[in-house]
T-cell receptor, first 111, second 118 residues
Framework: KQEVTQIPAALSVPEGENLVLNCSFTDSAIYNLQWFRQDPGKGLTSLLLIQSSQREQTSGRLNASLDKSSGRSTLYIAASQPGDSATYLCAVHRANSKLTFGKGITLSVRP | DAGVIQSPRHEVTEMGQEVTLRCKPISGHNSLFWYRQTMMRGLELLIYFNNNVPIDDSGMPEDRFSAKMPNASFSTLKIQPSEPRDSAVYFC????????????????FGEGSRLTVL
């Protein structure tokens, strides 16, 4: 059974700091990994999708990396802003099976 | 594109009543998912459809829950009878499933339906 872990559950940083959010998974036989953002009372917004054959994906100030062999992914946020405050979830997908989500990291960026 | 559309956004009902949640996936997506989110359990997959056919409903809690997808642009999740422990946010999501390899593309979520059962 695939398990996805995101630690810590919450993180508070000052504005402008570069930060890394971690995601670990137990089964390395994945097809892709997706990072989402969720604002309070809202749905999940897709940030980045990394296919199993890729090592990283970038979008603006966000960079996600994937290391299948070690069962880890990181989401790097450069020059954090108060608007980045949200919960960040990672999810992994294996062939023909369920997408498994972590419980998320709640990020607070202090002005 | 309008994105995944869910209704109602909020539903408050009394225990024992029937609840129907609705979802319109993104046009052209052939896979549809129903998730439930609670503080305690996080996001749980209830059921998913591929080309309108239910593929995996092992996440459906019990027989009180049922889901249908009569066509490519509409799905419902029904709870009958509802119970207080069903209170949660229910999300619908859709993606385009690639035929070769069978894996899913990027997943897009609706805004969710917040259900409160009194």
């Amino acid at each position: 059974k695939q398990e996805v872990t995101q630690i810590p559950a919450a993180l508070s940083v000052p504005e402008g700091e570069n930060l890394v959010l971690n995601c670990s998974f137990t089964d390395s036989a994945i097809y892709n990994l997706q990072w989402f953002r969720q604002d309070p009372g809202k749905g999940l917004t897709s940030l980045l999708l990394i296919q199993s054959s890729q090592r990283e994906q970038t979008s603006g100030r966000l960079n996600a990396s994937l290391d299948k062999s070690s069962g880890r992914s990181t989401l790097y946020i450069a020059a954090s802003q108060p608007g980045d405050s949200a919960t960040y979830l990672c999810a992994v997908h294996r062939a023909n099976s369920k997408l498994t989500f972590g419980k998320g990291i709640t990020l607070s960026v202090r002005p | 594109d309008a994105g995944v559309i869910q209704s109602p956004r909020h539903e408050v009902t009394e225990m024992g009543q029937e609840v129907t949640l609705r979802c319109k996936p993104i046009s052209g997506h052939n896979s549809l998912f129903w998730y439930r989110q609670t503080m305690m359990r996080g996001l749980e997959l209830l059921i998913y459809f591929n080309n309108n056919v239910p593929i995996d409903d092992s996440g459906m809690p019990e027989d009180r829950f049922s889901a249908k997808m009569p066509n490519a642009s509409f799905s419902t999740l029904k709870i009958q009878p509802s119970e207080p422990r069903d209170s949660a946010v229910y999300f619908c999501a859709s993606s385009r499933r690639r035929l070769a390899g069978g894996f899913f593309g990027e997943l897009f979520f609706g805004e969710g339906s917040r259900l409160t059962v009194l």
